[in-house]
């Protein structure tokens, strides 16, 4: 009896917490880093159709989805000029999907033949040269990386209701040791900063190994980073698509797209306009968060100009506005402005996000401080506040009614700074 005992207090995990909690300082560039850039290329760019859902989904046979490898050239591919742009996006760090869920592998694994350098004309490892290009521009290197893998012979997968190999535990362990081999490839490889998982969902924490395996790759490359999508054995968590109302606890990263799709789709044009990926990046860091915004270059490489446009407006905006975005950390809670804030570090200046052009004043409301000054970003021009409602006996403070002369707006997304006299300091 007392054996099991011991036996529960040395190998039972609670569920969803890591062995070891993540400390800050791994953390830390994450959480300065803001805006990162997705890049989901793959042979699915050939024809333009859904990144590996496009089989699974039976929109098309598994053999004409694979007859892409024919297709996929990257004989433009630049990673130098992909690594320039997205540094000037004011993108901190880039995730690359090393292999998506059809098990294509973009690097030169050893441990099966389907990848790019074998099976198609790229004829090259295309991993290697971005993770070098993005050093080079100081960007962080994450690898995204799908557990699951539709192609593997040995990968129980989970489809209309049910396992294709039940109870076969000596296939399971093949392919876990397959995946385990694919991310140990990666991580000597290319020592990533972050690794970005993807496809956990078909098995549980128990089947993937996810306590162990989140351990292992932190014993082989201590600073890495993993994303939440190890069954929540990572260090941050990973919204899709839309910003959370009430922001998570903790580190976390919106992932987006530009258009309605991750990966090159010639006939989709429904790109979300600079105004809109900027309004919701600033609700991002507004909540404390980082927004992931997806690339889909096209199988020879090249990027299409929409996306290039995208990234060049927000690398316009966030060189001008940079002291209101790196550095800072979530804003203030709902209801003092109607837009999305920011503090600096030191908590002293707190920069509003004008959604609108108005010619009527932007408003803030229940901040006690007194403002020493109030300027508008990236440009200098000071301008004048006016406080309502004050009353000398209560230390309910004024209304604060700014006007931002329109002239002075960007053309995309003014942002205020107010400094304040010391630490705000909030009546709710
Ligand atoms: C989902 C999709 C996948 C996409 C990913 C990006 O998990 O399955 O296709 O790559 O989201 O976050």
Redesign the pocket.
């Known amino acids: 009896m007392r054996y099991l005992l011991l036996f529960f207090l040395l190998f039972s995990t609670a569920p969803h917490l890591s062995a070891e909690e993540p400390t800050d300082e791994r953390l830390e560039w994450f959480r300065q880093a803001k805006l990162g850039i997705?890049i989901?290329w793959g042979i699915y760019a050939v024809d333009g159709i859904?990144?590996?859902?496009a089989f699974f989904n039976k929109y098309i046979s598994y053999e004409d989805y694979m007859r892409q490898l024919d297709g996929f050239t990257a004989e433009q591919y630049d990673p130098k000029a992909w690594a320039h742009l997205i540094a000037n996006s004011g993108a901190r760090y880039a995730v690359l999907?090393t292999k998506?869920?059809d098990g294509v592998a973009l690097w030169h694994t050893k441990l099966s033949d389907l990848n790019v350098v074998e099976k198609t004309p790229a004829g090259r490892d295309l991993v290697a040269p971005f993770v070098k290009a993005l050093r080079k521009e100081k960007l962080k290197v994450g690898l995204?990386y799908?557990h699951l893998d539709w192609s593997h012979p040995d990968y129980d997968v989970f489809i209309r209701g049910q396992y294709r190999y039940r109870d076969d535990p000596v296939r399971w362990e093949r392919f876990l040791r397959f995946h385990r081999g694919q991310l140990e490839e990666l991580v000597s490889q290319f020592k990533p900063d972050l690794l970005w998982f993807?496809?956990d969902w078909e098995h549980s924490a128990e089947e993937w190994g996810a306590a162990s395996l989140s351990d292992t790759l932190r014993a082989w490359h201590p600073p890495v980073l993993l994303n939440s999508?190890i069954n929540g054995y990572g260090d941050y968590a990973?919204p899709?698509h839309n910003a959370p109302i009430v922001p998570p606890e903790g580190a976390w990263e919106l992932?987006m797209t530009m258009n309605d799709s991750?990966g090159y789709q010639d006939n989709d044009h429904n790109y979300k306009t600079p105004y809109q990926l900027i309004r919701i990046f600033a609700d991002v860091i507004g909540g404390g968060g980082n927004l992931l915004l997806?690339i889909g270059p096209r199988a020879d490489g090249t990027i299409p100009s929409e996306q290039v446009d995208i990234l060049e407006e927000m690398g316009r905006w966030t060189h001008k506005h940079s002291e209101a975005i790196y550095g800072t950390g979530a804003g203030l809670p709902s209801g003092h402005f109607y837009g999305p804030t920011t503090l600096s570090a030191d908590r002293q200046t707190l920069y509003l996000f004008v959604p609108h052009t108005s010619d009527k004043p932007i408003v803030v409301r229940g901040l006690k401080n007194h403002v020493n000054r109030i300027r508008i970003v990236g440009n200098g021009t000071k301008i004048k506040g006016q406080i309502l409602g004050k009353q000398y006996w209560s230390s309910v403070p004024g209304i604060l009614y700014i006007n931002v002369p329109p002239g002075e707006a960007d053309e995309t997304m003014t942002v205020i700074a107010l400094q304040l006299k010391g630490e705000v300091d909030l009546h709710r």
């Not at 859904?50 to 859902?53: L, N, P, R, Y």
């Open positions: 997705f989901h859904d990144e590996s859902w999907t998506h869920h995204y799908s993807d496809g999508r990973t899709e992932c991750w997806d």
